[in-house]
């Protein structure tokens, strides 16, 4: 069974940059696709980018400012943001579908790390 744990995240001043990781235990496959949602407090979970091989996918609002990679050798997926904003502020969470997939849904992700809280101040 695989297990996703994220970690990176903390409480940190507006403009600077950030980088989250998500260590991935159990048997993955590299055709897996991993990806990154976002939660905010009130709002639904948004999809941020996902990394498939050599594939990625953002969401059209976060381009330019989020870089997703992989390390297929440790397992991990980061997210790299840039320049933070206090609207940035939430539950940033890694998942993985099995398979290859381009997809924006969370429905179409199997496995999900608990997440870990980002909070940007002003």
């Known amino acids: 069974q695989v297990q996703l744990v994220e970690s990176g995240g903390g409480l940190v001043q507006a403009g600077v940059s950030l980088r989250l990781s998500c260590a991935a235990s159990g048997r993955t496959g590299s055709d897996d696709t991993m990806a990154w949602f976002r939660q905010a407090p009130g709002k639904e979970r948004e999809f941020v980018a996902s990394i498939n091989g050599r594939t990625l996918y953002y969401a059209h609002s976060m381009r330019g400012l989020f870089t997703i990679s992989r390390n297929t050798a440790t397992n991990t997926v980061d997210l790299q943001i840039l320049s933070l904003k206090p609207e940035d502020t939430a539950v940033y969470y890694c998942?993985?579908?099995?398979?290859?997939?381009?997809?924006?849904?969370?429905?179409?992700?199997?496995?999900w790390g608990r997440g870990t809280q980002v909070t940007v101040s002003s």
């Open positions: 998942a993985l579908h099995e398979g290859m997939i381009i997809s924006d849904s969370p429905a179409d992700f199997q496995t």
